[in-house]
Nanobody
Framework: QVQLVESGGGLVQPGGSVRLSCEASGRTLSNYAMGWFRQAPGKEREFVAAISRSGGARPYGDSVKGRFTISRDNAKNTVYLQMNSLKPEDTAVYYC?????????????????????WGQGTQVTVSS
């Protein structure tokens, strides 16, 4: 049982950057592979990025590859999503999620059903 709280969202100009944070409490973050998903109105929840427990495997969704970077700091119980070169199409609610069923070096999945715990989400709006 882990609680996840996202922060850092807001209004950003196209081409700008923002860093989202997801802080875990109740359990040690190193026990979980972590993922970021996003959902825009009227659309399916979309895989954005994930990171293995060790930090060595970091798959990305095709639409964000090369622009977004996921990282983790287990000592701070926090996962980050650095978002650069933002586009209006990136506008969505961003959620972090935890997967308790991965090995230390296991590659996290891209399906939302594979994750066990979710944060409340933080809104990111990209607009001029």
């Amino acid at each position: 049982q882990v609680q996840l709280v996202e922060s850092g969202g807001g209004l950003v100009q196209p081409g700008g950057s923002v860093r989202l944070s997801c802080e875990a409490s109740g359990r040690t973050l190193s026990n979980y592979a972590m993922g970021w998903f996003r959902q825009a109105p009227g659309k399916e929840r979309e895989f954005v990025a994930a990171i293995s427990r060790s930090g060595g495997a970091r798959p990305y969704g095709d639409s964000v590859k090369g622009r977004f970077t996921i990282s983790r700091d287990n000592a701070k119980n926090t996962v980050y999503l650095q978002m650069n070169s933002l586009k209006p199409e990136d506008t969505a609610v961003y959620y972090c999620a935890a997967d308790e069923n991965r090995s230390w070096g296991g590659v996290p999945g891209r399906g939302s059903f594979e994750y066990d715990y979710w944060g409340q989400g933080t809104q990111v709006t990209v607009s001029s």
